[in-house]
């Protein structure tokens, strides 16, 4: 239970996914103008990634390894993530068409945001069970929730800042970015 516990503390504020480890900044970025639709990405996301997460550990250790062919590892998690995304994209379309709407093109881009398979290929590199293998998944999904979602605030406070000319935009998102970063990285000796 102790290591579930560090496991989760660790991926949501000491190693956060896009913060510390910058992967899945695209729809970082992307995704972050509104609060809400970046809990929506982030719901998505947490769903995406907890599933793929158990579901390529199952792979990977009862066909990939099973049959020595450890190499196809990336494309057949791309292949799981794929169609997870698939199943995702037709669940949000029928019961949440506004969602739909708001997420737009970062939806289908889950497949290959490199969240999804970098925490499945962390898994299996720290050889972790499959109950810790979806409690990661879950647990980096939610500290990429958190980062979106103050990010997305920041940004909605920002619009009604007196932001100089030359920052507006994409310039001060990246600026915020990083101030976020580093505010991240004050956890580092947490764990």
């Known amino acids: 239970m102790t290591k579930l516990l560090i496991i989760i503390v660790s991926a949501i504020f000491v190693n956060n996914i896009v913060v510390t480890q910058f992967l899945g900044v695209c729809p970082f970025l992307g995704v972050s103008k509104k609060v809400e639709s970046a809990i ?7 769903f995406v990634l907890g599933l793929a997460s158990a579901i390529s550990w199952l792979v990977q250790k009862y066909i990939l390894n099973q049959f020595e062919i450890g190499y196809l590892q ?3 998690f791309i292949l799981v993530i794929a169609a997870l995304v698939q199943f995702v994209e037709m669940v949000v379309r029928k019961f949440s068409p506004s969602l739909y709407n708001a997420l737009g093109v970062y939806l289908p881009l889950i497949t290959t945001n490199c969240v999804v398979l ?6 299996i590199n720290e050889n972790y069970s499959i109950i810790e293998a979806f409690t990661n ?8 929730t958190l980062a979106l979602v103050l990010f ?6 920002l619009d009604f800042a ?4 030359v920052f507006k935009g994409i310039p001060i998102a990246l600026v915020t970015a990083g101030l976020m970063s580093i505010a991240f990285m004050g956890f580092a000796g947490l764990m």
């Open 162 to 165: 007196n932001v100089p000319k």
């Open 40 to 46: 929506g990405m982030g719901a998505a996301v947490t």
């Open 137 to 144: 998944g879950v647990a980096n999904a939610l500290g990429f």
């Open 74 to 76: 990336t494309i057949t």
């Open 118 to 123: 970098g925490v499945a290929i962390i898994n």
């Open 152 to 157: 997305a605030g920041i940004r909605e406070r």
